[in-house]
């Protein structure tokens, strides 16, 4: 192994000691998305007297926003209620105070809470006081949230990453690759940019998470109680952290700007550069410790792999805008001889570890391939892997370009490229860099998005038209569903609400195999989401066996609703079917 290989590899393992220690000390344990296994009042449960309190319980705990609990009256209107509140000693229940006696009819309970891993969960559910086959002459649908907040808060995420990589990649490049760099203007302007970007960014998270969550705009940024709702989530005091160690590593970059030394020995560099890893795995432990790496399986080791693959990603990343943006146009020909190859080499190692944890994190947010096709997670991974192949093309065209200038045998008895020769490997930086902050962009969808494992168990299912919504005609229609290989996991279903109206009404559901006879099937679960109004899902208890199923529901509202349909063929296999019911006044 050669020198600079050698160095190469100490690096990537500092790296990755670095973000293991990190982040045993900064993690605490998690748990998947929290599920509501229980409400009083119940879903389709019938009062008789009016309830004083609404009551969630959850299977794990969650943060509920001041908002996180609506309830709607028989007109659709809104009815006021009092705080969610938790429960004494109990995080997992959500309980909610009404502020007067409920008239007779059907009323609507719509929920929206924060699981562990920082990512609103919602639903909602409907119950009757008084006569069950009571419903109003008109209904008005509750009034949609702008919910503008979610853009505002995706576009501070992708701010949060890129200048984590500017700032990242510009301060490994200047102690590693460019010490020279630190006295050069171009070189301080991208390094406190990077720095001002990811404290306003982290800023601008922290702000807008509230109103992310409660679904509403960037208005509520500076609401008390939205701002304390964040506080109390694993991601508010992950942002509060990061805040923190930004402010502290300001004097940290002012003695690299102005006290490091132009031409350091070999032991000041390797110091340099593995301060530099270990201020950026810190930070990098922030965004670790709050997002998919602390649910699902292996959970303890992921948290490593992913701060270890943030900071390569922005190492390799960053360091092409410090070389494109602040030496390559300075045109040193000295020091590009020197800084063009270490960069070269240090982005090789980068590449092989952002490989090698990109495996193990599309293993655990994955696990099959018919998953990547199947969600939107694993359609969104699948673009950000193209674009990193190309970027990895880019890689290896410069790697083979600083090769020919600057390697053994090359022209560098000349002193390098002439202009010309520079400029055009300046013009493929700047196009990896537009690649780059696409992936950037791409990966901050991520974080955001529900992992494919969890999403493909909800809604498995292999064949084509399972996974389409299928509009209800006058004469209902079977829809097919494909569970798994064998011919007790293939049918259809058949789908009647009745009648198809706000109020009261009934759901059939038959199941039958490929010659239309009825099918048993172990388990069958149903549930109703009207998506234009942003309620739901609305479950159904269904009774009933053979293959016939029915189930009582209220349909608060008009409008194209969904059912989702869940039919388990095996312990191990289950298909989901969507069925559009439209549903009148």
Known sequence: MTRTRARGAGLAVLLAGFATAVSLVVASPAWAHAELVDAAPANGQIYQDSPRTLLLQFTDPVTVPPDGVRLFGPDGARIGIGAPVHRVGDDTSVEAPL???????????????????????????????????????????PGDRSGDAATAYGAARWAAFAGFAVLLGTAFYLAWCWPAGARRRPARRALWAGWGVSLAAAIASGLLYGPYVADGDVAGAFDPRLLSTTW?????????????????????????????????????????????????????????????????????????????????????????????????????????????????????????????????????????????????????????????????????????????????????????????????????????????AVVLGLSAALVAMEPARSAYAER??????????????????????????GPASRGAVLLVVFPPKVGPAQLHLSVLDPSGAPLNVPEVHAAMTLTDRDLGPIPVELQGAGGHYIGQLNLPFPGRWQAVLTVRTTETDQATVRVVVDVSA
Request: proline letters at 7%; aromatic letters at 8%; one cysteine or more.
């Open 460 to 485: 498995r299912s292999t064949a084509a038209p399972a996974n389409r919504a299928a509009p209800v005609p006058a004469v209902p229609t079977p829809v097919p569903f494909s569970a798994g290989s």
């Open 232 to 436: 109390a989530t694993g991601l508010g005091r992950a942002l509060g952290i990061r805040v923190a160690l930004l402010l502290a590593a300001a004097p940290a970059l002012v003695w690299l700007l102005n006290r490091y030394p132009d031409a350091p020995d070999r032991r000041t560099r390797w110091t340099a550069a593995a301060a530099v890893l270990a201020a950026a795995a810190a930070l990098a432990v922030t965004w670790s410790i709050a997002n998919h790496s602390v649910t699902g399986e292996a959970g303890g080791f992921a948290v490593p792999v992913d701060v270890v693959h943030l900071v390569a990603v922005s190492v390799w990343l960053g360091g092409l805008v410090a070389l494109a943006m602040t030496h390559v146009p300075a045109r040193d020909a000295v020091t590009l001889r020197v800084a063009v190859p270490r960069f070269s080499h240090t982005a090789l190692v980068c590449v092989a570890l952002i490989v090698a944890t990109g495996l193990f994190q599309a293993w655990r947010q994955v696990g099959s391939p018919p998953t990547l096709f199947a969600t939107a997670y694993g359609r969104v991974l699948l673009a950000k892997v193209a674009l990193v192949v190309v970027l990895v093309a880019f890689g290896a065209a410069a790697r083979g370009w600083v090769a020919r200038h600057y390697g053994a045998g090359g022209n560098r008895r000349r002193g390098g490229p002439d202009p010309y020769q520079l400029y055009a490997f300046y013009r493929r930086l700047l196009a990896e860099m537009a690649v780059g």
């Open 99 to 141: 502020n007067g006696k409920l008239a007779d009819g059907v009323y609507t309970v719509s929920w929206r809470v924060v699981s562990s891993d920082s990512h609103p969960v919602q639903g909602a559910y409907t119950f009757t006081v008084g006569t069950p086959g009571s419903r109003p002459a008109g209904v008005t649908p």
